[in-house]
């Protein structure tokens, strides 16, 4: 029922920045939430940020909060997760996710629940 496509990772220096898009389609996009995920190899698919439907409530893992933003333009079906002050930690296949209904708990910082996953971007920082 939905399709998502990411696009924007690549290779930057610590301390840069990228910006994330995520392109959705097949259902209603501005009636649901939205969330980014990543993982590195080797590690469990692990929670970025979330962003309610209308764009007024986000959530941040404690990892990226205050480094990356998420928002959403839902005139564009269009999602973003823009980074900033980069670490080689965040080195990782970045994923958008959409629920599979619209009434979810965005605080619930798993991937259960996210029944939608576009095919992931790569984003790596070098030291």
């Known amino acids: 029922q939905v399709q998502l496509v990411e696009s924007g990772g690549g290779l930057v220096q610590a301390g840069g920045s990228l910006r994330l898009s995520c392109a959705a389609s097949?259902?209603?996009?501005?009636?649901?939430?939205m969330g980014w995920f990543r993982q590195s190899p080797g590690k469990e698919r692990e929670f970025v940020a979330a962003?309610?439907?209308?764009?007024?409530?986000?959530y941040y893992a404690d990892s990226v909060k205050g480094r990356f933003t998420i928002s959403r333009d839902n005139a564009k079906n269009t999602v973003y997760l823009q980074m900033n002050s980069l670490k080689p930690e965040d080195t990782a296949v970045y994923y958008c996710?959409?629920?599979?209904?619209?009434?979810?708990?965005?605080?619930?910082?798993?991937?259960?629940?996210?029944?939608?996953w576009g095919q992931g971007t790569q984003v790596t920082v070098s030291s």
């Open positions: 996710a959409a629920p599979a209904r619209s009434y979810y708990n965005l605080k619930l910082q798993t991937p259960t629940g996210y029944a939608y």
């Open positions: 097949g259902r209603t996009f501005s009636s649901y939430g």
């Open positions: 962003i309610s439907w209308n764009g007024g409530s986000t």
